[in-house]
Each structure stands twice: as C-alpha cells, then as structure tokens.
C-alpha cells in the first residue's frame, strides 16, 4: 500500500507487513479514543531526530481508526468526501433511501433545501438532523409496539 502520490492510481492492497502495523496501530489508537472522548488532536511525529511533527484534528481521528481497521484486514480504502451541500442523490445515498424518495421528503418539507439553478441543494447538517429526529421518531414507536406486545403477552 505504498503512496505513490498519483491521486489517478488505482488503490493497492496492503503487505502483510503493513497489515500488522496497521493491526497494532489501530488497536492503540482505539484505545487511546476510547480513554480520551473528549475529542482532542493527537500529534503525529513525521521525523524525531529533527522533531517534525503534525496535529491529527480530533475530527479526522475515528476515519484514520477506520483507515487502520480496514488495512490491518488486508483491505484498501477508497475516501470520498462529502461535501457541505449535498445533491439528491448523494442525500438519498446516506439516508439509504431512493432518489424518487428523497425528492418527495424535499417537496413535503421534510428537509430544507435551496436550488441552485436547476438542482437541489441539501446542507449537510440538515440532513442529518432529519436523520436524527427520524431515528427517534422511529425507536419512540418501536418502543410503543414493545409495550403493547409484552401488554397483550406477545413479547417477553
């Protein structure tokens, strides 16, 4: 998995050599998130006899575990960011819902959006507040389907 520095290079799978680093790097930096949930940035040291270091933002840490976790099981990763505003597709993509459904939760005002031109636009954030608030919709009514079953003896 060396870097080429090619951004058009196909990924490449890991040695096994760099799965084990990978394996005991991610079981450290697990820990370290585990013991430290605060959110703070960790120091990478890039050359110790000169003391070069770089700040690992809080924000990046739980996508380098998921980076190391991957590569210690022999997987490449791919990264795709996700941007500020979303399309619809990419929208539906996260809420793992179709295209045509998206649509209908945007025309009912479920979500906010602006156009831009002809497209729709999607903040980040308020998609994912809607996800939130639709999870908890949902368990609140999981929760009362639970009741009423151990209440009619269903469920136990």
Same mark, same amino acid.
């Given at each position: ?21 990978? &394996?005991?790097? %991610?079981?450290?930096? !697990? ?6 949930? %605060?959110? !703070?940035?960790?120091?990478?040291? *890039? ?25 210690? %099981? ?11 505003? *979303? ?16 649509? !209908? ?8 959006? /602006?156009?831009? $031109?002809?497209? $729709?636009?999607? $903040? ?6 809607? /996800? /939130? ?6 368990? &609140? ?8 079953? !151990? ?6």
């Amino acid at each position: 998995m060396t870097f080429t520095g090619d951004p058009n290079s196909a990924p490449v799978l890991p040695t096994a050599a760099e799965a084990a680093v990978a &394996k005991t790097s %991610s079981r450290a930096l !697990e820990s370290h998130l585990e013991n430290h949930p %605060s959110g !703070e940035s960790l120091k990478l040291i *890039l050359d110790e006899k000169e003391g070069k270091t770089i700040d690992i933002p809080a924000a990046a840490l739980p996508l380098l575990l998921a980076i190391l976790q991957q590569t210690s %099981s022999g997987n490449t990763v791919k990264l795709t960011p996700i941007t500020k505003e *979303l399309h619809i597709y990419q929208a539906a993509d996260i809420l793992g819902v179709s295209d045509k459904y998206m649509r !209908e939760l945007l025309d009912a005002g479920k979500i906010p959006y /602006k156009t831009v $031109r002809n497209s $729709r636009r999607i $903040r980040y954030e308020d998609l994912m507040d809607y /996800k /939130k608030q639709s999870y908890k919709e949902s368990s &609140k009514i999981m929760d009362m389907l639970v009741a009423e079953s !151990e209440a009619l003896g269903l469920y136990h």
